[in-house]
Every structure is written in C-alpha cells, then in structure tokens.
C-alpha cells in the first residue's frame, strides 16, 4: 500500500476534496485517520485504492460526440 495526505490524494486523482470525501465515504476509496492530529492532516488516503476505483470505472467514449463541449486536448 501507498499512503498519501489528503491533499497530495486530490492532486494524485485529479479531484477535489468533496468529491474524494464522498470516495471515501461510499468506501470506494480506502483511508485511515490518524487521532490526535488536526482535521486537515488527519486523512491519510491509500493510492492504490484510489488506483483500483479508476481502474473499475468504464472506458471513456472514443466517439467526438460523446465528449462534452469544447473539451479538447491541447
């Protein structure tokens, strides 16, 4: 197991915190609280975990129509 602060896990997944805490919340994503720390520095999430529900999600769509709009690399 990997474990990262909560922060550096957003940053990691390339979400925010809400949608991290409700991750986690719903026990898709595996985290651990340290007692006795602060609220902000407390969360320790597991990446792999967050690697596992990545990995479980469905492909992306390939066809342009099924992007949203205006979303496009550059």
Known sequence: MRWAKRLAACKYADIGKTKLDELIGKG????????????NTSVYVDLDSVDQYFDSLPDAPLQKSEFPDGERCR
Request: no cysteine; charged share 25%.
């Open 28 to 39: 898709l994503i595996r985290a651990k609280k340290v007692p006795g720390s602060s609220p």
